[in-house]
C-alpha cells in the first residue's frame, strides 16, 4: 500500500499528494460541516493556495484537446454564474472551481497521485463495508462511520437511519462512511475503471480494480450492482482473450465468451433464488414495493413533478439554483434542466459528449456511464463530483495514442 500513496517512485512531490488527498476527500466531505460553507468547499480551499504553487512552478503546458474540453466547461460554468444573477461568493466559488479545473488540464499535472489516493479512499470504504456486515449479521449492532452532528442541516434526512444502533431488519444496506450506498458507487466507479481497463497495466494492480468492484456491489446501490455485474462481464470476455487482450469486441466472437456468459447468467439466477440479500436488491431496482415505487421510480418521480411546473422562458434558462435538498430527489438531467434551462442542458452535455468522443479505453467507458447514469442520477452534475470526474477525463486526453502509455503507477504493488 506504500506504493499505492507515491505512485511507484521513491521521491514523489509532497505537494500533488496533499492536494489530491484534500481534493478526493471533497465530494464526500460537501454533506458535512466546514470552515466555509461545507466540509467540500472547505477541502477545496485549503488545497487553493498549493494548486496556485504547482501552477506557477511547472508552468502553463496543456494540448488541443484538453484546452478545448476546458473552455467547455468554463463556457457552462460561466453560464451558470449569470443564469440567476451572481454575487461576491459565488464569484469566489466559480474561481477556485476553474483553479482546479485548469490544474487538471495541464499536461504537468500528475494523475498518478489522484487516482491512487481516489483508489485508497475506496479500498477504505470496501473494508467499512465488510465490518458493517460483520457488525450487523454476527453482533446484531449497526456500525456507523458517520456522526449526525457533523452533517449540514439539508441532510438531516440521513438523520435517523445514522442514528439507529441496533438491528432493526433483515435487509441492511451499509455505505461506509458514505451518505448512502449510491455515493459510493458514483464515488468509487472511475477508479475501478480505470484499474480494469487500462492498457498495460498487471494483474495486481487488477486485482485493486475488483476489489472496488466487489464494495461497490456490496454496498447493494442500484446503479453499482448493474455496473459491478456489467464491468466484470465486459472484463473477462473483452480483456482477458490473449488474441485481444487490449479490450474488443471481437471476444464476444469467441466460444470462452459464451462458456463465461452462460456461467455468469448460472450463477445470477442462482443468487437471485437462494440469496435473499440478492433477491431484495434486484427487487428493490425493478420492481415496485409497497409504496410504489423502485429505485429508478423513486429518483425520478419528483423531478417530473417539477419539471412540469415550468413554462415559457423558463424552459430555455431555468427556474433558480436555490434547490436544496429538492435536487437530491431529482436526475441530474432533471435537476439541471430545472436550475438552467435548456440552454445549461445543452453545455453541460457537450462537455461529456466531447468527452466520449475525443478519449478512449476506461475514459471513453467513463464519459458513456456519466451519460447514462445522469439521467437517473443527481451528482452527475453536481459541483464536487462534476469537479472529480473532470479530474479522471482529463487524464485521457492527455494520451497521444489510443493505446496509452501508462506511467509506472503501483510499480511495486503490482508487481
Known amino acids: 500500500m506504500q506504493y499505492l500513496l507515491n505512485g511507484g517512485k521513491k521521491k514523489t512531490d509532497r505537494i500533488e499528494w496533499i492536494i489530491s488527498f484534500l481534493f478526493v476527500l471533497s465530494p464526500i466531505l460537501q454533506h458535512h460541516k466546514g470552515l466555509y460553507i461545507n466540509g467540500g468547499w472547505t477541502a477545496l480551499l485549503l488545497g487553493l493556495p498549493l494548486v496556485l504553487i504547482q501552477i506557477v512552478r511547472h508552468g502553463i503546458r496543456i494540448n488541443e484537446k484538453a484546452l478545448i474540453a476546458f473552455g467547455l466547461m468554463a463556457l457552462y460554468q460561466g453560464y451558470i454564474i449569470l443564469d440567476h444573477g451572481f454575487s461576491t461568493g459565488s ?42 456486515y460483520f457488525s450487523y449479521y454476527i453482533l446484531s449492532r449497526k456500525l456507523q462511520f458517520l456522526s449526525v452532528r457533523t452533517f449540514l442541516d439539508e441532510n438531516n434526512r440521513w438523520a ?24 459510493m458507487f ?7 475503471l480505470y484499474f480494469l481497463f487500462t492498457p498495460d497495466l498487471k494483474k495486481k494492480a487488477r486485482l485493486i480494480g475488483m476489489i472496488i468492484v466487489g464494495g461497490i456491489l456490496l454496498s447493494t446501490s442500484g446503479m453499482g450492482i448493474v455496473f459491478s455485474v456489467g464491468s466484470m462481464v465486459a472484463y473477462y470476455t473483452m480483456y482477458k482473450n490473449p488474441q485481444y487482450r487490449k479490450g474488443s469486441l471481437l471476444n464476444f466472437l469467441m466460444p470462452k465468451t459464451m462458456v463465461i456468459l452462460t456461467l455468469a447468467l448460472i450463477i445470477l439466477v442462482y443468487l437471485y433464488s437462494h440469496v435473499d440479500l440478492v433477491r431484495r436488491a434486484v427487487i428493490r431496482i425493478l420492481f415496485e414495493d409497497e409504496t410504489g415505487y423502485n429505485a429508478l421510480r423513486g429518483r425520478t418521480s419528483a423531478g417530473k413533478g417539477m419539471l412540469s411546473t415550468m413554462s415559457g422562458m423558463q424552459y430555455l434558462i431555468g427556474v433558480t439554483d436555490a434547490m436544496g435538498e429538492d435536487g437530491t430527489n431529482m436526475a441530474g438531467f432533471q435537476v439541471t434542466f430545472y436550475k438552467y434551462g435548456l440552454i445549461g442542458i445543452l453545455l ?17 467507458y467513463l464519459c458513456l456511464i456519466l451519460l447514462v447514469i445522469s439521467f437517473v442520477c443527481a451528482h452527475t452534475h453536481g459541483t464536487f463530483y462534476m469537479l472529480f470526474y ?5 487524464e485521457g486526453y492527455k494520451k497521444k495514442k489510443e493505446r496509452l502509455q501508462i506511467s509506472r503507477i503501483l510499480e511495486v504493488a503490482t508487481g
Not at 177 to 183: A, D, G, K
Not at 186 to 192: D, V
Not at 348 to 364: D, E, I, K
Open 91 to 132: 464569484l469566489i466559488r466559480t474561481f477556485i472551481l476553474m483553479v482546479y479545473f485548469f490544474r487538471f488540464s495541464e499536461e504537468g499535472y500528475e494523475f498518478r497521485c489522484l487516482v491512487s489516493a481516489a483508489a485508497f479512499v475506496s479500498l477504505a470504504a470496501c473494508a467499512g463495508l465488510v465490518a458493517q
Open 160 to 183: 435517523e437511519r445514522v442514528s439507529s444502533l441496533t438491528k432493526t431488519s433483515s435487509f441492511y444496506r451499509p455505505s461506509a462512511f458514505f451518505m448512502e450506498p449510491s455515493h
Open 186 to 192: 458514483i464515488y468509487s466507479f472511475p477508479s475501478a
Open 348 to 364: 453541460s452535455y457537450v462537455y461529456y459528449l466531447y468527452g466520449l468522443a475525443r478519449t478512449r479505453n476506461c475514459f471513453q
Open 390 to 394: 473532470y479530474a479522471f477525463i482529463s
